[in-house]
């Protein structure tokens, strides 16, 4: 089963309500001042234990996550479905087995790559031809582990870089599992939260150390279907929805919205997939969001479209950053910005903040 490739969005407030303005998107969608910026996401196939040994589609799987950012699992919080993709009973399961077994697949998976070439990077860091980190870094590189990942997990790990010899297996294991919680953080969906078994074990899931976001995606796909067909209005990551065309609606259809409102949307806010995204991109990523345009004044590009461009960037990001991130020439010609807001011209070393409105001069 080949993975799924697919756009999501996040949600963030615009600002062009602050502003006063009429924006005119072009890499994201503003509806009702509330931007939509589109995200890449990977929906992979689930994995059965022993995976990361190549059993079912673990390595197919494992393969996916090589240069994913940040990982989404979702999670039967009801205990209905087993390690084994088994359908059982709510509360037969416990979902944290479902985490547990995620993370040491994952952690196992990334010690077998190292441990490959562990001996040589051992001789070579010991003998002190290459260091440890950049001899790690380019074993990593095809996991979009970067440097400073390796660096702080070693840290955390509380072991020596300069003389990886005395790294004990459980050294070595405690190395590679701080290193997936750094370079791969997960976030846990806890799915088909209106089930009363899933809230009994919320609060564990949230035990696992893991950013954990109640969730129920049927409630969210009856809602999206809904508002595609106009009988209600509703937007992804609303508290709320209203119905639009009650006459078009069954007695049967507008007892299940209800029971969306009253069992997940007022108990819990949202339906969480929405919340999901987002906080897998500003909580585990640090993300932020920086608006880029041509005229200061006018807030326009090149063809005069306002506000065109909502760009997701991490936080401490820098303007002279930014320009490299549009295209390598406008970096290296780049002399200095423009806080729109403010009108204050900005140098290269200026850190972003979140929401910052910039145009760029070279």
Known sequence: MKPNLGV?????????????????????????????????????????????????????????????????????????????????????????????????????????????????????????????????????????????????????????????????????????????????????????????????????????????????????LVLRRASEKGLIKYRPGDGEFSVLKPEALTERQMRALELIRERVLRRFGTTGVQEAINAAFFNLLSMIVVYTVEDPEKLTDHSGRVLPDARLVPSGTTARELAYRIHTELGESFIYAVDCRSKVRRGEDYVLKDGDVISRRA
């Open 8 to 220: 999501g969005y996040i949600r963030k407030n615009c600002v062009c309500r602050e502003l006063g303005v009429k924006d005119n998107p072009v890499n994201s969608i503003c509806i009702d001042g509330v931007r939509l910026i589109p995200v890449e996401l990977i929906d992979t196939a689930g994995l059965v234990p022993d995976a990361w040994r190549g059993r079912g589609l673990g390595n197919q799987f494992l393969d996916e996550i090589r240069r994913a950012d940040a990982l989404i699992h979702i999670v039967d919080a009801s205990g209905s479905t087993d390690l084994e993709g088994r359908i059982l009973k709510p509360g037969e399961h416990d979902p944290v087995e479902d985490v547990k077994f995620l993370e040491r697949e994952i952690t196992m998976w990334m010690a077998q790559i190292i441990k490959r070439d562990w001996q040589r990077i051992v001789r070579t860091a010991e003998s002190r031809r290459a260091d440890l980190i950049s001899l790690l870094e380019s074993r990593l590189s095809g996991l979009a582990v970067r440097r400073r990942q390796i660096i702080e997990a070693i840290r955390r790990a509380e072991l020596s870089a300069e003389r990886p010899a005395t790294w004990s297996e459980g050294d070595f294991l405690m190395f590679v599992d701080t290193l997936r919680r750094i370079s791969k953080p997960m976030l846990i969906a806890a799915n088909k939260i209106d089930i009363p078994a899933a809230e009994e074990n919320l609060e564990r899931l949230r035990e696992s150390g893991c950013l954990v976001v109640p969730c129920s995606a049927e409630a969210e």
